[in-house]
């Protein structure tokens, strides 16, 4: 990409544009663990230890499944880091398709000249 963008003439946004997306791209690699879905409270137990069920829609169906008590941080954990992950995603397609369109810009002008 860095060369079709060098190609139009526009050498300055590249470097300006380059490091938005290595640090969205820097981000999403930092997040230490990611899980679809939502965690729900189920109950307590006999014993007094809380369940839980983290839901989960993915390949075309409803999954659940069975998160204790000791699991559970670890899985709220990994749900908040597949929301942040996800929003990271949306900033990133963002980004992309304003540096796409002002791509076919200058694609635009260089072949009305």
Same mark, same amino acid.
């Given at each position: 990409?860095? =060369?079709?963008?060098?190609?139009?003439? =526009?050498?300055?946004?590249?470097?300006?544009?380059?490091?938005? *997306?290595?640090?969205?791209?820097?981000?999403?690699?930092?997040?230490?663990?990611?899980?679809?879905?939502?965690?729900?409270?189920?109950?307590?137990?006999?014993?007094?230890? $809380?369940?839980?069920?983290? *839901?989960?829609?993915?390949?075309?169906?409803?999954? @659940?499944?069975?998160?204790?008590?000791?699991?559970?941080? @670890?899985?709220? /954990? $990994? @749900?908040?880091?597949?929301?942040?992950?996800?929003?990271?995603?949306? /900033?990133? @397609?963002?980004?992309?398709?304003?540096?796409?369109?002002?791509?076919?810009?200058?694609?635009?002008?260089?072949?009305?000249?």
């Amino acid at each position: 990409m860095l =060369i079709s963008l060098l190609t139009f003439g =526009i050498g300055y946004y590249t470097i300006f544009a380059m490091k938005p *997306q290595e640090e969205l791209i820097r981000r999403m690699a930092a997040i230490p663990c990611l899980s679809r879905g939502k965690l729900c409270r189920k109950g307590t137990s006999k014993t007094g230890r $809380a369940f839980y069920n983290l *839901q989960y829609w993915h390949g075309g169906r409803n999954n @659940v499944r069975y998160v204790g008590e000791a699991e559970y941080p @670890v899985y709220a /954990e $990994a @749900v908040a880091g597949y929301r942040e992950f996800m929003r990271l995603v949306e /900033e990133y @397609v963002d980004l992309m398709t304003g540096i796409t369109e002002e791509m076919a810009i200058r694609a635009r002008e260089a072949e009305d000249e």
